[in-house]
């Protein structure tokens, strides 16, 4: 049984400055993850196996075939799918609140066609049926973002391979906690989950950016400076 406080199911008025009201937070939620994440990969290279990592490097033999392109390409493709993944969520700020709840998790708003005045058709929210629609909308959020992971963590195991596991792992266990919190506690209940699978998925993409950037030397400059400063 959900034990978060339910709003009424019917669709509040559309908002509409909903779009542009939520614009800021869209970008900042674009950069803010993946300047943490890149926070992590500085330290991962600096206070880990620093060596081991250059070996690793220099053995995929990055610079000379220019395949460090290919790392940048992950953390593009990385990118690429938190926009697809974030950018409906402009159009959810114009047609539900914050405060919506469980109406929130849904990823489509149906009519019934045909029927003039027909209410718009949601999930069920209440009761086992809730619970079993919110742990389905946990793995679908899971399958739209996997194709990204799964490709930096093979091309970031190559070279990080035990903070890869590390990271791995915790993605799961945090992937875990966002969907026992969407169906046992309901919107809402996922958000450590979904906090603690975020970071560990962009941190795996900033190690791949930073492969990138020192096999083709290129930002390399910003990043030693930033090393520099964890000495501080």
Known sequence: MAKSKEVSA???EVDSLGFIKFLPLFLLGLIIPRAIGGAIALAIYKFGKTALYDKNMAGLGLAESE?????????????LVSWLNN????YKNMVMRFSSGNLRANMMIFKEDGKEGAPYVVLETEGPVGSYNRANRSLTHFTENTPSLALCIILAG?????PTLTLTATFGFGR???????ASVGYGGHG???AIALVSTVTLEMLCLFVAAKS???GMGPIEMAMAKMEL
């Open 192 to 194: 450590l989950g979904f």
């Open 10 to 12: 019917a669709m509040p």
């Open 158 to 162: 190559s070279v990080f391979p035990l």
């Open 87 to 90: 950018y409906p969520v402009l």
């Open 176 to 182: 875990i906690l966002h969907q026992i919190g969407y």
């Open 67 to 79: 395949n460090g392109y290919l790392y940048a390409a992950a953390a593009v493709f990385g990118f």
């Open 216 to 218: 083709t030397g290129i």
